[in-house]
């Protein structure tokens, strides 16, 4: 849920408007197909994981809140030491400053975590 769902969901969003500024049109088709074949895999994760938060809620929540505390601590720590060469790579690569990336993350996980029910809509 996080690999996929979060963390390269949200490089594949940002990146897309990068490939299309390249001018490679076969590069912005392979990106498309990818990001289709990956949300395969997270509508798998999002079901299993809602299945199992359904099944035992109060192991599942204390699970996934620990999970999710452990990644917004390392993602806060990553952007609070993100220094310049880590911000000209983010830019040229995405082409969004390190914040703007950890937002999109953030939106990507909220998502998630709507979608298997842990937060309420």
């Known amino acids: ?10 490089a594949q969003n940002l990146a897309a408007g990068q490939y299309e500024r390249l001018a490679f049109p076969g590069l912005a088709e392979g990106q498309r197909l990818v990001a289709r074949d990956e949300a395969r895999h997270i509508g798998i994760g999002v079901t299993y994981t809602r299945r199992r938060l359904e ?5 599942a929540h204390e699970v996934i809140g620990a999970v999710i505390d452990d990644f917004g601590q390392l993602a806060a720590a990553l952007l609070a030491t993100a220094n310049q060469e ?5 830019c040229s690569g995405y082409g969004v400053e390190p914040a703007a990336f950890h937002a999109e993350a953030i939106r990507l996980m909220r998502l998630r975590l709507r979608s298997i029910g842990f937060l309420a809509e």
């Open 86 to 90: 880590v911000a000209t790579l983010v």
């Open 55 to 59: 099944q035992d809620p109060r192991h």
């Open 1 to 10: 849920m996080l690999a996929e769902g979060v963390i390269a969901r949200t």
